[in-house]
C-alpha cells in the first residue's frame, strides 16, 4: 500500500529525444506527487510536483502525466539534453504519512 | 538553494568506531530527517525530528540515534559503525509533517558519504 514502483532502473536517450520515467502507486490517499532531480555529488532538488486533481503539469520542457484512474504518473522530458543526465526520483505523500520515494532512475543523454 | 549544510562531506572510519553526523539548517523549518541512499533502495528514511528534543524513527533506525537542542541542528550518530552503514547520508527539511506537500516541499542537502572499513 505503501509503495512507490518507479521504472526503469536506468535509461538511455539520445539528444533530442523524449525521457519517459514511470512511477505507480497504491495508496489512494496520496496527494502530492513530487519529482527530484539528483546531480551526482549533490542532494536531490524538487524539479517539478502535482496534484491529483489536474492530469498534466508542464515547467519547460518537463512534464507530469498523471493517471489518477490507473494510479499511475510519469515524468517526460522534451527535447532532452546532455545537461538533463541524473537520477530521477518520484514521490508520494499524503498528510498522514512519510513521504515515499520511488527507487530512482538514471537517466543518460547521449550527445 | 535551502541553506543546509551538512558535515562532514567526507569520511572514513573503522568497523566499531562511533560517528556523527551534522546537519545545520538556516530556514528556521520545524521538521528535519535523515535518509540514506544506496544503490537499488532509492531514499530510505533513517530518523526524523519534529522540534527539539522531539524525533522518532524512521523505516531503517537500528544502528542510528540522532539528536536535536537547537531548532538549526539534526546530529546522526552511528554509535558503532559497521560495513553495512557505509552509504552516502542526506539531511533533509520541511515544514510539512509528512516530509512534503505541495506547499512546502522537502529539501535536501548535498549529503555526506561515508566509508566503514
Known amino acids: 500500500q505503501q509503495q512507490v514502483k518507479q521504472s526503469p532502473q536506468s535509461l538511455i536517450v539520445q539528444k533530442g529525444g523524449i525521457s519517459i520515467i514511470n512511477c505507480a502507486y497504491e495508496n489512494t490517499a496520496f496527494d502530492y506527487f513530487p519529482w527530484y532531480q539528483q546531480f551526482p555529488g549533490k542532494g536531490p532538488a524538487l524539479l517539478i510536483a502535482i496534484r491529483p486533481d489536474v492530469s498534466e503539469k508542464k515547467e519547460g520542457r518537463f512534464t507530469i502525466s498523471f493517471n489518477k484512474s490507473a494510479k499511475q504518473f510519469s515524468l517526460h522530458i522534451m527535447d532532452s539534453q546532455p545537461g538533463d543526465s541524473a537520477t530521477y526520483f518520484c514521490a508520494a505523500s499524503n498528510p498522514y504519512d512519510k513521504i515515499i520515494f520511488g527507487k530512482g532512475t538514471r537517466l543518460h543523454i547521449l550527445p | 538553494d535551502a541553506g543546509i549544510t551538512q558535515s562532514p562531506r567526507h569520511k572514513v572510519t573503522e568497523t566499531g568506531t562511533p560517528v556523527t553526523l551534522r546537519c545545520h539548517q538556516t530556514e528556521n523549518h520545524r521538521y528535519m530527517y535523515w535518509y540514506r541512499q544506496d544503490p537499488g533502495h532509492g531514499l530510505r528514511l533513517i530518523h526524523y525530528s519534529y522540534g527539539v528534543k522531539d524525533t522518532d524513527k524512521g523505516e531503517v533506525s537500528d544502528g542510528y540515534s540522532v539528536s536535536r537542542s537547537k531548532t538549526e541542528d539534526f546530529l546522526l550518530t552511528l554509535e558503532s559503525a559497521t560495513s553495512s552503514q557505509t552509504s552516502v547520508y542526506f539531511c533533509?527539511?520541511?515544514?510539512?509533517?509528512?516530509?512534503?506537500?505541495?506547499?512546502?516541499?522537502?529539501?535536501f542537502g548535498n549529503g555526506t558519504r561515508l566509508t566503514v572499513t
Open positions: 533533509a527539511i520541511s515544514d510539512a509533517w509528512s516530509g512534503g506537500s505541495y506547499n512546502s516541499p522537502l529539501h
